[in-house]
């Protein structure tokens, strides 16, 4: 079956939990929410998942659709100690965002004077300093990819270290999906490097629609295709009515 570019995203956003076992897994955007539930019923299935509010299902369920069976309640307090005990993987959007992972959701323009007004910095120092983090874009520009961050919302890797190793020891940005590719920062000096990018998409789109110089090792594959099994789930199960072809167009 021929995946969407939607659904190349929903697996890419699925791989971030890889490996998290048994740790809340909470994301925002439609993609990194079916990514989370796709990961739960395939191969990551100790995953922590919820109705989207307090709380905890027992199965992951369809975007849009009620909760179900529930095994937990999760208020808000609880949520916040297992983002300071560095129990919970977060996928959060990004207005820009930089080679160094500093994100930014509170302004665009002059912090004086702004010329737009976003969300404020919300949970986001929290949680790029108190558990893992990645980020889903489902729109990768130069608007987005920027050289600098108008307002520092989420640390990256630069700031991180500035900060020494007794504030940021739980600091871990792990990566980045967004309609074109996938990024990291597993690189020397924590700079954003070019992972692979999604069937049908040249290297050179994803460099032109980056304000700012991407690391890129030898030849960069291409994005993993879902299997005919996460296919069906995603179809089928977890997005019946399509909402990602929403977020991301073919």
């Keep these: 079956m021929s995946a969407s570019r939607a659904e190349v995203c929903v697996v ?3 791989e971030a939990w890889r490996g998290d076992g048994e740790v809340l897994a909470a994301a925002m955007g439609t993609c990194s929410v079916l990514g989370a539930r796709l990961a739960r019923l395939t191969f990551e299935p100790g995953l922590l998942t919820t109705d989207g509010g307090a709380l905890l299902t027992a199965e992951p369920v369809p975007i849009g659709a009620p909760a179900g069976p529930a095994e937990g309640w999760l208020p808000f307090r609880e949520h916040l100690w297992l983002v300071q ?4 993987h977060v996928m959060m959007g990004a207005s820009q965002i930089d080679r160094h992972g500093n994100t930014n959701i509170s302004a665009i323009g002059s912090w004086e004077r702004p ?3 976003l969300l404020g ?10 558990n893992p983090t990645s980020y889903w874009i489902p729109r990768h520009s130069t608007r987005v990819f920027v050289p600098k961050v108008d307002l520092v919302s989420g640390v990256g890797t630069d700031r991180a270290a ?5 504030a940021a020891r739980f600091h871990d940005l792990r990566r980045v999906v967004t309609d074109l590719a996938v990024l990291d920062f597993r690189t020397p000096d924590g700079a954003m490097r070019l992972v692979s990018t999604h069937p049908g998409v040249p290297v050179e789109q994803v460099l032109a ?6 690391v890129t090792d030898g030849d960069v594959p291409e994005t993993r295709q879902p299997t005919g099994a996460e296919l069906r789930l995603i179809r089928e199960v977890l997005d019946p009515r399509s909402q990602r072809d929403r977020e991301v167009r073919a």
């Design 85 to 88: 005990n560095g129990r919970r």
């Design 115 to 117: 010329t737009s007004q």
């Design 121 to 130: 910095v919300r949970g986001a120092p929290g949680n790029t300093i108190g």
């Design 12 to 14: 890419a956003c699925a």
């Design 162 to 166: 500035a900060l020494g190793p007794e």
């Design 209 to 214: 629609a980056t304000g700012f110089e991407l």
